[in-house]
């Protein structure tokens, strides 16, 4: 599952790539460096050159990029107050390199920002990207939900935009994150979407970078000569794609010549991405070399020379881009040392994983639930190890020692005893924490409901029955208004009481969850078209005619999507949901809207 997990990683952020990489090559470095050279320092000329540089080094050297929109932010500010749109750029340029050198709470700061002054600027275009790139930040720190949340952010503008590579890309994005979902078939869609729009506007570098996300959905899928066909046609554009599309796609091919055994071939290539300095520009393809060519060793029985891999790799991509490539190394060689018996090492392995995770991974609650299981596996692992010498020492005594041996062994198994016992308590506390820890990170804390965690818990748990099902998203109106205008306290009353509305007029089997924000979604069992409008109708009605603690009128819209628990897939029928919402609240508010008729089922 690492493995797989990693292949779809790289290709990741090479969709933020496109464009501003081949722009790249034709930007004169040593002209821009002159003329930042002839400039005086607080000269606000510098500013354009800045950008120009700090967008030129993102994709080869991220800390001179942070360094460049450091520079034109100071010189900038505060005039760059009237300027939204190189406010914007500029943040999202410093946020993006600041993602690629590990910095995550700095990344998510910045870029949080630039989504706000990409906003104000009402560029669709420069919206479409700073969403994008967020949602490029929780992929790189495996927080899917809201990677998602901020890909469909960047759909609806994307949509909008008069520059078509913007919605190529945020296929590109859709298709890795399905990818990572195992739906393989829609992941493959996005990415043909993708290679169509690239091919129309004559983009090689990303209709090429959209077949190596295609490769993967082939090759996890079972398909890999189409694969391998796929990604053969890629280097053989080498002339046309940037150095990350080589390597991320030498790193594909040999994972596709290991699934087919040709063993030779896939060293080969994997040491050529590990040595090579074009074959190795890519962190991620690197750690994923790594990996695959230490699962060949271990095919081969070559036990010794996968763990110094191991090891070796986790130096190399320490830092460099992606938490899951170094995480998925120190988790391969703890699992192995832990199959040969090294239980020390594999301990101090693991004590490794735990810290290093959660010191990249502070923004997800993720990092201390796996923290505690992680604590478990310890602390078992330790009673194995205790154990085994105990075992070791009873037939290490001489025959002549019996007794001796016999008495010993009794204190030692009486001390042990009781250390298993301590564990045993130690391990049932930690369980217990575990469990009250995953619950409520499945509880919204404002109004008591389920959140997104909830929802696709339990629509997993239905996965597989053949019950139809309506999927209703609500967004209130103007809810920002309320916050503006009321205040804060009074917008969580509002949410409050909209939330004990809606759970009156739920039935028993129905879920209801808050998803973010002002954002709920309600799903109904056994419910056909006529019924689940009706309820929406009844839902939004009550929430018109709540009492609320002003004088303003609170509304929402809502819209309704239909599917089947046999195959319920939450982000298709959130993506259906959210277009319905998207429309209602494009024709006035205060709307139900029905997928995919579109069509008004409110009288209002």
Not at 304 to 317: F, N, S
Not at 319 to 327: F, G
Request: proline share 2%.
């Amino acid at each position: 599952m690492i493995k797989w997990l990693l292949a779809l990683i790289l290709s990741l952020i090479l969709s933020l790539i496109s464009t501003s990489a081949i722009l790249a090559k034709e930007v004169n470095v040593d002209s821009l460096k002159a003329t930042l050279t002839a400039l005086s320092p607080d000269d606000k000329a510098r500013i354009a050159p800045l950008i120009e540089l700090a967008s030129f080094y993102l994709y080869i050297a991220p800390q001179e990029t942070s360094a460049y929109a450091t520079q034109a932010l100071a010189l900038a500010f505060p005039s760059i107050e009237d300027n939204d749109f190189n406010k914007a750029k500029l943040l999202r340029l410093l946020g993006q390199s600041q993602m690629y050198q590990g910095l995550n709470l700095e990344a998510f700061t910045h870029l949080n920002q630039a989504i706000n002054s990409a906003n104000k600027s009402e560029n669709v275009h420069l919206i479409s990207v700073s969403n994008r790139a967020m949602g490029v930040f929780y992929e790189l720190i495996i927080d899917h939900e809201n990677a998602v949340r901020y890909y469909i952010e960047a759909l609806k503008f994307a949509k909008l935009s008069d520059q078509k590579e913007d919605l190529a890309m945020v296929y590109n994005n859709l298709g890795n994150v399905l990818n990572s979902q195992n739906d393989y078939t829609n992941a493959a869609k996005y990415f043909k979407k993708s290679i169509v729009i690239n091919t129309e506007i004559n983009d090689i570098a990303m209709k090429m970078n959209a077949s190596v996300g295609l490769s993967v959905s082939y090759l996890k899928s079972g398909n890999p000569l189409k694969a391998q066909e796929l990604l053969e046609e890629v280097l053989r554009n080498r002339a046309y794609i940037n150095d990350f599309s080589f390597s991320e796609a030498s790193a594909n091919l040999a994972h596709v010549y290991k699934y087919l055994k040709n063993f030779t071939a896939a060293k080969s290539l994997y040491k050529f991405v590990i040595n090579d300095e074009k074959g190795s520009v890519y962190p991620p393809a690197v750690a994923s070399a790594y990996l695959g060519l230490a699962d060949i060793y271990i095919q081969t029985n070559q036990i010794k020379a996968a763990i110094d891999l191991y090891h070796k790799g986790i130096v190399e991509v320490k830092n460099k881009i992606s938490v899951e490539s170094e995480m998925a190394l120190y988790e391969n060689l703890a699992k192995l040392e832990l199959s040969q018996e090294n239980f020390e090492a594999a301990a101090i392995i693991q004590t490794e994983y735990i810290n290093r995770r959660n010191q990249v991974q502070p923004l997800t609650q993720k990092g201390l639930v796996q923290k505690l299981e992680s604590q478990l596996l310890l602390e078992r692992d330790y009673i194995k190890l205790q154990d085994a010498l105990l075992i070791s020492e009873r037939e290490s005594r001489h025959a002549s020692l019996y007794l001796f041996a016999v008495i010993v062994i009794s204190l030692i198994s009486l001390v042990l005893f009781l250390i298993l016992m301590l564990r045993k308590q130690v391990i049932s506390r930690l369980e217990a924490t575990n469990k009250t820890l995953k619950k409520a990170s499945e509880t919204d804390h404002l109004t008591s409901i389920g959140n997104r965690r909830f929802l696709e818990h339990q629509i997993n748990t239905f996965k597989g029955q053949d019950i139809p099902m309506a999927f209703l998203l609500l967004d209130v109106d103007h809810f920002k208004d309320i916050n503006d205008n009321f205040g804060h306290d009074a917008g969580d009353e509002v949410l409050v009481a909209i939330a004990n509305n809606i759970k009156r007029l739920c039935r028993k089997g129905d879920l209801f969850a808050r998803i973010g924000g002002e954002e709920f979604v309600i799903l109904l069992m056994d419910s056909n078209e006529v019924s689940a409008c009706l309820f929406a109708e009844r839902v939004r009605s009550s929430i018109e005619e709540m009492a609320r603690p002003f004088e303003s009128k609170v509304t929402a819209s809502i819209g309704v999507a239909f599917g089947n628990m046999e195959k319920a897939n939450y982000d298709e029928l959130y993506k259906q949901a959210d277009i319905a919402l998207y429309s209602a609240k494009d024709k006035g508010r205060n709307k139900v809207l029905l997928f995919p008729t579109i069509t008004p089922k409110s009288a209002h």
